[in-house]
């Protein structure tokens, strides 16, 4: 069984499109994240939420909006989509409380190519 | 400031050789956690060890091992007999918990191994 999972594996979109990832985990964890890794493998955090709470907002367009239905979902929909939106977007979990001991899971990765 | 540095961002070796991957990390917590990562060719991201501020213990899994050393703030690792299967991205990361309980990882920019028949 998948313990993090994303869909789609992959999105081919054009410039002004809005397009949703979706991210699912069955490990019980109270905490997801979004990450985002450019094409020279930099990976950084987008967001986080704690039991359905926003609690890391890094400096990310408004037009990225998280949002988490129940603790074992966190989605990811980007509005007007950019040339610069190109990456490949993780999807993680961890347990909750003291989550900075707690190692992440992670998806297997959407790959974003915006044309 | 929290940040992670990993200097060496390709290496190329040939199978059964030992490789060290460095990793550096600044912080101004006293409690942290260091982690690394590997992605191999197939994109996805597995978790290969966690360290915490206060244990300097070094650690071996198999062929792999770390070094955490404190006093040059670094957290080295180790592959042995190195294989093909070990190509891959190896990404170390920090987590601080004195700046609050949010999970954040900060990650280095990766080194590229490449282990060569």
């Known amino acids: 069984d998948t313990a993090v999972s994303q869909t789609p594996k992959y999105l081919v979109t054009q410039m002004g499109n809005d397009k949703s990832i979706k991210c699912e985990q069955n490990l019980g964890h109270d905490t997801m994240y979004w990450y985002k890794q450019d094409s020279k493998k930099f990976l950084k955090i987008m967001f986080s939420?704690?039991?359905?709470?926003?609690?890391i907002n890094e400096t990310v367009p408004n037009r990225f909006s998280p949002k988490s239905p129940d603790k074992a979902h966190l989605n990811l929909h980007i509005n007007s989509l950019e040339l610069g939106d190109s990456a490949v977007y993780f999807c993680?979990?961890?347990?909750?409380?003291?989550?900075?001991?707690?190692?992440?899971?992670f998806g297997n990765g959407t790959r974003l190519t915006v044309t | 400031a929290q940040k992670v540095t990993q200097a060496q961002t390709e290496i190329s070796v040939v199978e059964k050789e030992d490789v060290t991957l460095d990793c550096v990390y600044e912080t101004r917590d006293t409690t942290y956690y260091l982690f690394w990562y590997k992605q191999p060719p197939s994109g996805e991201l597995v978790f290969l060890i966690r360290r915490n501020s206060f244990d300097e213990q070094n650690e071996i899994s198999g062929r792999y091992s770390w070094n955490f050393q404190k006093s040059t703030s670094s957290f080295n690792f180790t592959i042995t007999a190195s294989q093909v299967v070990d190509s891959a991205v190896y990404f170390c990361a920090l987590s601080e918990a004195d700046s609050g309980n949010t999970g954040k990882l900060i990650f280095g920019q990766g080194t590229t191994l490449q282990v060569k028949p």
């Open positions: 939420y704690n039991n359905k709470e926003l609690i």
């Open positions: 993680a979990s961890s347990r909750g409380g003291s989550s900075y001991n707690s190692p992440l899971h």
